[in-house]
């Protein structure tokens, strides 16, 4: 593959533009807005600077890596010849079914389409498509100029050969991808995500402890060995005789503890307000975008360490 399209820019849309470029693929980039696309452009050139203090630029100048940005308004001209195309639009199922309808006039019969959708299934916007065949969920984690994870998950109908041409360039785009063996609701990372999510908001509106010790209990806890290791590999360390040993003297309790956490919760408006109080008081709203910046510099910074530490290990 030598020429990607990246539909819809925005945070993901724009990060993933990075991804490729960085990796030396021609890159067209397609929004209906002009500002948008200048958007694009400019986060990418702040981007590969920030990402050159930590080693993660890639081996190419920027100047070099952001000539292989091109930037329209045409979708036509986007995707002609494109050898992969990954559609970051918002998750509106409605629009992706219009747009991957109008898509799949314009696209060549040996296109592969990657959709960044965090939790729409590939078959609720693909299906009788000319092409469905080489469409499927291709999810990111954001930023993923940063945190390499993809989420590969085909839909009923996807060619095994399609999944298999993501993965590959995926890795070699230096991505992390996992492949999932059918659609599920949430995918793999936001079924987990949402099991800790879930507890969380629990706990607090159980009163049982505040905002500021949740996220304590993950960035000052279980975030240190989760940022270098899975649970699976966690727990396998985490007695002498590894997983079995493990299994056999704290599954009972892991069950128990289930039982008390089969208890699915709306997130309510009150307690929603009460959590964004306390985020409003460690953050201003007018700081929100200043955060992000840092967050995205801690990540460099993290990746690059790890890089370090672990030598070629990514997953």
Known sequence: MATVAVLGTGVVGSSWALVFARAGYDVRVFDISESALAATTTFVR????DLTKEDLA?????????????????????????DYIQESLPERVELKRSFYVTLDELVSPLTVIGSSTS????SSFTEGLRNAARCLVVHPINPPHLIPLVEIIPAPWTEASAVERAVVLMRDVGQSPVTLTREINGFLVNRLQSAVLGEAFRLVEDGVCDVDAVDKAIKDGLGLRWFFMGPFETIDLNANQGVSEYCRNLGPMYENLAREQA?????????????NAAMRAATPMEKLTEKRGWRDRCLASFVSAKKRVLGARTA
């Open 46 to 49: 702040q981007a590969l600077g």
């Open 119 to 122: 939790g729409l299934p590939a």
């Open 263 to 275: 208890d699915p919760r709306s997130w309510s408006p009150q307690l929603v307000a009460k959590i």
């Open 58 to 82: 890639g081996p190419d100048p920027i100047d070099v890596v952001m000539a292989r940005l091109h930037t329209t308004t045409d979708l036509a001209a986007a995707v002609v010849g494109a």
